[in-house]
Nanobody
Framework: VQLQASGGGLVQAGDSLTLSCVAS????????MGWFRQAPGQEQEYVSS????????DYADYAKGRFTISRDNAKNTVYLRITDLTPEDTAVYFC????????????WGQGTQVTVSS
């Protein structure tokens, strides 16, 4: 099983990014997909999730309005679009797959670093 996240990098405040996470080794379309993030010195926090068919997106309160989750089951890929980035968005972003969209304890990727400079 692999969840390979990419698309992070060093960006300026106000920029936009699209993170991608390619899954392999399991039945991607049978799992809910989610994104979490961990900022330096902080605990990991939930960002967003999406149902198996690409509907019913859910966002943490801080993510509403600037974050958009989507998925392409034909490509085994989940995306996270972030607009109007701020330094507070600096974190490692992880994608995860889960069968019940609650515990998020099935599969995790290695994360991609997003660094936002002011």
């Amino acid at each position: 099983v692999q969840l390979q996240a990419s698309g992070g990098g060093l960006v300026q405040a106000g920029d936009s990014l699209t993170l991608s996470c390619v899954a392999s080794g399991f039945a991607f379309s049978s799992y809910y997909m989610g994104w979490f993030r961990q900022a330096p010195g902080q605990e990991q926090e939930y960002v967003s999730s999406i149902d198996k068919n690409g509907g019913d997106p859910d966002y943490a309160d801080y993510a509403k309005g600037r974050f958009t989750i989507s998925r392409d089951n034909a490509k085994n890929t989940v995306y996270l679009r972030i607009t109007d980035l701020t330094p507070e968005d600096t974190a490692v972003y992880f994608c995860t797959a889960d069968s019940d969209r609650y515990y998020w304890d099935d599969y995790w990727g290695q994360g991609t670093q997003v660094t936002v400079s002011s």
